[in-house]
Each structure stands twice: as structure tokens, then as C-alpha cells.
């Protein structure tokens, strides 16, 4: 079975810094998916970024970004120029190529100071 | 298009009772996927619907059920609930094809509180 482990429960940044959340995950698959999904306190869970693990080149969303290191099996977030709208909790998530299952992280609270 | 809708928002159920939750998937999308939030074991996944049939399931005990109908809509019963079934049940959309660009997209959930 697949997991994917969040290993900080609570960052904060600056407005306008830049801050990274780290995830790894364990599969023994080659194939699959890894996502990130912004929850705010309105609850509803928004893709944030996805990244094809056949895929080298890292995925890029505006200011949102990931290092995808498939050997190590870790998949951090970068967010850059951090606006206060970004804090809310992020969680990374797996789904495998030959399913529509997601297996996620326990989370990371972010906090964004003014 | 309209987004993926879950009805109820908020839910208070006492311990034995039942309850049904409801979920309308983003138009043309067959698939609906069930999950679970609470604060302890974080989002787990419940069970995934695709053209009527359950195609996955989770690590979940036989009291949480689930069905699907004709117009892709989904409903979740869980029967004689007990105070650990309080949780945050979200819904996910999706075309439900095994592809790069199949996302899952979701509703803002039901709240249960089981008293």
C-alpha cells in the first residue's frame, strides 16, 4: 500500500516570501500521480498543482511550483511572492496510474503573516 | 459548469440512527469518490462509484454504503452510527478515466456530528 507523509504540521511565511512544504511518499509503483490540494477554512478541497511521475521536467502554476525527486520520492511545494489567500491547509496526495483512488498526507497548516 | 454540489452542508445525528449524504458530480463526470476527514486519522478514502457500479473500496466496516445512479448522482449511507463517524464526508468528481488528466475535483463537504 501506498503513503505519503507531510512531515510539518504548521509553517508560516511573510506576504509576498517564499516558503516550501515537503512531501514524500512510498509506492513501489513507476507509474502515478502526485497532486497538492488547497483547503480552506470554506472546506472545499482545490487542485493546486499535479505532477505525471514519467515526467522530468517539474510542473509549474503561476507562483506555485513542485521538486519532484523520484528516487528520493519526495514532492515539495514551493510558493512563491506568498499573498494571504494562500493560507489554508495543503495536503499532497498519490493516486496510482491504473487507479482513481488518493491517498493523502496528514496536511500542512499554512499561516501567512501580514 | 456548475461544480460538484453536496447536500446536506451540516448534519446532527444522535448514536443508532442512520443517514444518508448526497452528492451531485460536475456534468459528464461518471465517477464519484467518497471521503472521510476527521482531526485523528486525517482524509481516508471511502469508496468510488463509476457508471452505477462500486469500483474501489476502502478499509471502511460494512455500515457505510454507497450507490450511484443513472445521472451519475451519488448518495452514502451510514447506519447505526456511532460518535466516531463525526467527521467531514467530501465528495470528489471525476471523469473517472485512468488518465494524466483525470482530476479528481471536489464539493465542500457534509459536516456530521453525531451526538
Known amino acids: 500500500a501506498q503513503t505519503v507523509t507531510q512531515s510539518q504540521p504548521e509553517m508560516s511565511v511573510q506576504e509576498a516570501e517564499t516558503v516550501t512544504l515537503s512531501c514524500t511518499y512510498d509506492t513501489s509503483e513507476s507509474d502515478y500521480y502526485l497532486f497538492w490540494y488547497k483547503q480552506p477554512p470554506s472546506r472545499q478541497m482545490i487542485l493546486v498543482i499535479r505532477q505525471e511521475a514519467y515526467k522530468q521536467q517539474n510542473a509549474t502554476e503561476n507562483r506555485f511550483s513542485v521538486n519532484f525527486q523520484k528516487a528520493a520520492k519526495s514532492f515539495s511545494l514551493k510558493i512563491s511572492d506568498s499573498q494571504l489567500g494562500d493560507a489554508a491547509m495543503y495536503f499532497c496526495?498519490?493516486?496510482?496510474?491504473?487507479?482513481?483512488?488518493?491517498?493523502f498526507g496528514g496536511g500542512t497548516r499554512l499561516m501567512v503573516k501580514p | 459548469k456548475a461544480g460538484v454540489t453536496q447536500t446536506p452542508r451540516y448534519l446532527i445525528k444522535t448514536r443508532g440512527q442512520q443517514v444518508t449524504l448526497s452528492c451531485s458530480p460536475i456534468?459528464?463526470?461518471?465517477?464519484v469518490s467518497w471521503y472521510q476527514q476527521t482531526p485523528g486519522q486525517g482524509l481516508q478514502f471511502l469508496f468510488e462509484y463509476f457508471s452505477e457500479t462500486q469500483r474501489n473500496k476502502g478499509n471502511f466496516p460494512g455500515r457505510f454504503s454507497g450507490r450511484q445512479f443513472s445521472n451519475s448522482r451519488s448518495e452514502m449511507n451510514v447506519s447505526t452510527l456511532e460518535l466516531g463517524d463525526s467527521a467531514l464526508y467530501l465528495c470528489?468528481?471525476?471523469?473517472?478515466?485512468?488518465?494524466?488528466?483525470?482530476?479528481?475535483?471536489f464539493g465542500a463537504g457534509t459536516r456530521l456530528s453525531v451526538l
Open positions: 470528489a468528481s471525476s471523469s473517472g478515466l485512468r488518465l494524466a488528466k483525470n482530476i479528481q475535483y
Open positions: 456534468s459528464g463526470h461518471r465517477s
Open positions: 496526495a498519490y493516486r496510482s496510474a491504473n487507479g482513481n483512488m488518493l491517498t
